[in-house]
């Protein structure tokens, strides 16, 4: 596996790729790899020639008073499950390479990064497609990899890529969990044994509500309330049901719909979803 620095060595690493008609998936990431991130780089092995993960701490992604300093860092152990997934690439530029001195410009979708995590995480998404279109701009995929646990996410990168015509497939992949529902994430680390059971109150609420919708609940008030009814001693940031596609705020459950969560347990700010189809 090659480990790349610089923006150019990648460009070139995959401009020869693309020369012989290989197909790039890219699995972006911030490191921390945890299963999740490597159900990611399982589909982009199979589903491409050949495939590259990011691993970059996106500081412009955090807001001031955010864990950006604290967020897990395991890079030698990253590269060894990329590798052991078949990984051929990883691209990992250190923060001044990715943000040069007096770096000015940013790339910022205006509708879709309104709502949720945009109203409580001001600047984040900002942060995000900024550093996705550099990757993009590196790392030329023909295909990229996100997890639904960061529905919103996938859904700015996936305007993103349209609006300014990346030419990049957007591929968004289950949630990934523990046995016991809560969902995968870096942050999961920060978790004290109690706040971690609290932490599970999401995945019941996000099944209790599901629940309802399949016995035919249609009201979005009724359906957050059972969200929030499971959520104990977590303090709420939003429980939103929403369209999935226009991540606009829904009254009455219809369509393909998105069931957001973001909470706290202690000083972890954790998120997850459900997403399903209501006739
Ligand atoms: O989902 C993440 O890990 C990050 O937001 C991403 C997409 C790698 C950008 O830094």
Not at 55 to 81: L, M, S
Not at 91 to 107: C, F, G, Q
Not at 118 to 126: A, E
Request: with cysteine; glycine share 8%; charged share 25%.
């Amino acid at each position: 596996m090659r480990l790349i620095e610089r923006p150019e060595e990648m460009r070139a690493w995959v401009m020869d790729r693309h020369g012989r008609g290989v197909t790039v998936g890219l699995v972006p990431t911030m490191g921390a790899l945890h299963e999740g991130h490597l159900s990611l780089m399982r589909a982009a092995v199979q589903e491409n020639g050949t495939a590259v993960a990011s691993i970059f701490v996106n500081p412009t992604q955090f807001g001031p008073d955010e864990d950006y300093e604290r967020y897990p860092r395991a890079f030698e152990a990253d590269c060894q499950k990329a590798e052991a997934e078949g990984i051929a690439a990883i691209y990992a530029p250190d923060a001044r390479t990715m943000y040069p001195l007096e770096h000015s410009t940013y790339v910022e979708e205006e509708a879709l990064s309104r709502g949720l995590c945009g109203r409580s995480r001001p600047g984040h998404f900002r942060g995000v497609t900024t550093v996705v279109a550099k990757l993009f701009n590196a790392v030329l995929p023909t295909r990229a990899y996100f997890g639904q646990k960061d529905a919103q996410q996938c859904a700015v990168i996936r305007r993103m890529a349209r609006d300014l015509d990346f030419g990049v497939e957007i591929i968004e992949l289950p949630i990934v969990r523990e046995a016991d529902g809560l969902a995968l994430s870096s942050r999961n680390q920060y978790l004290s044994p109690e706040e971690r059971q609290e932490a599970l109150g999401i995945h019941r609420g996000l099944r209790a509500a599901e629940a309802l919708l399949k016995e035919g609940a249609r009201d979005a008030a009724t359906v957050v309330q059972a969200v929030k009814d499971e959520m104990g001693g977590l303090r709420i940031d939003y429980v939103e049901l929403l369209d999935a596609h226009t991540l606009e705020p829904l009254a009455t459950a219809r369509g393909t719909v998105l069931l957001a969560v973001a909470a706290w347990a202690g000083g972890t700010r954790l998120i997850d979803n459900l997403k399903t189809q209501v006739i």
